[in-house]
């Protein structure tokens, strides 16, 4: 089994911590805004340790998107190369925990689809989109 290596990031840490200290019935809203998270456990593609992060959840269908926006940074969030080298996932969602295979979306039609769904669960995507160059990556999980 890999060690378990927590974000340097404070908030990331500490959303983490609560989140699965309580089982998935405390910090369930990303950074207390009320907006619902998911933590998604993941390997990390230089030290194969285990990372954990918490995302915006928006649901498609049996399945999840995940959002790599960092706010419309000029630069993709590391958990996006994780995903890129290995793509079996688990998805904690409040109490539930499911094991989920994910995969980059490419196609343009399927992408705008989703991104709909992003930008409905939080409108500020569209935002964190017209402002930074690159395409925010979208990644679909779906269960293995």
Not at 95 to 114: P, S
Request: charged share 25%.
């Amino acid at each position: 089994m890999a060690e378990y290596i927590p974000s340097p990031v404070k908030w990331v840490r500490d959303q983490v911590e609560l989140y699965e200290s309580s089982g998935g019935t405390e910090g369930v809203s990303l950074m207390q805004t009320g907006l619902p998270c998911i933590i998604v456990t993941h390997k990390g593609n230089k030290t194969g340790a285990i990372r954990k992060t918490p995302l915006m959840r928006v649901k498609d269908g049996d399945g999840y998107v995940l959002v790599a926006s960092q706010g419309g940074a000029p630069k993709n969030p590391v958990w996006v190369y994780n995903l890129r080298s290995d793509g079996d996932v688990e998805i904690r969602d409040g109490t539930e925990v499911h094991a989920m295979r994910v995969r980059e979306v490419e196609d343009d039609d399927e992408r705008q689809r989703v991104w709909a769904l992003c930008v409905e669960a939080f409108p500020p995507y569209a935002e964190y989109q017209a402002k930074t160059s690159r395409k925010i990556p979208v990644f679909i999980a779906e269960p293995a």
